[in-house]
């Protein structure tokens, strides 16, 4: 979750920021969900992040079939 995906995508994309992302090269944005609050957005990365695998597949790949780079669109 962020308030400035631009910023934090250019982070991820310098290698800027520890952890997952960086270890295993992960720089490419390619599904985002806007909310309308801060609690809002909360819920729904925690959700999320109890989802397996194949869920997160199936929706990246509804809204974004051939995994381009969403980055340059911010």
């Known amino acids: 979750m962020t308030n400035d995906l631009k910023r934090r995508g250019y ?3 310098e ?3 520890k952890g997952f992302t960086k ?8 599904y985002f ?3 309308e609050n801060i609690t809002s957005a909360i819920e729904r990365e925690k959700r999320l992040k109890e989802w397996n695998r194949k869920w ?3 929706l990246i790949e509804k809204e974004n ?3 381009k780079d969403l980055y340059g669109m911010l």
Do not use: G
Not at 23 to 30: G, R
């Open 65 to 67: 079939p051939e995994w």
């Open 11 to 13: 982070k991820h994309k």
């Open 23 to 30: 270890v295993y090269s992960v720089d490419k944005l390619v």
């Open 33 to 35: 969900e806007m909310t």
């Open 15 to 17: 290698k800027l920021v």
């Open 56 to 58: 997160k597949l199936k």
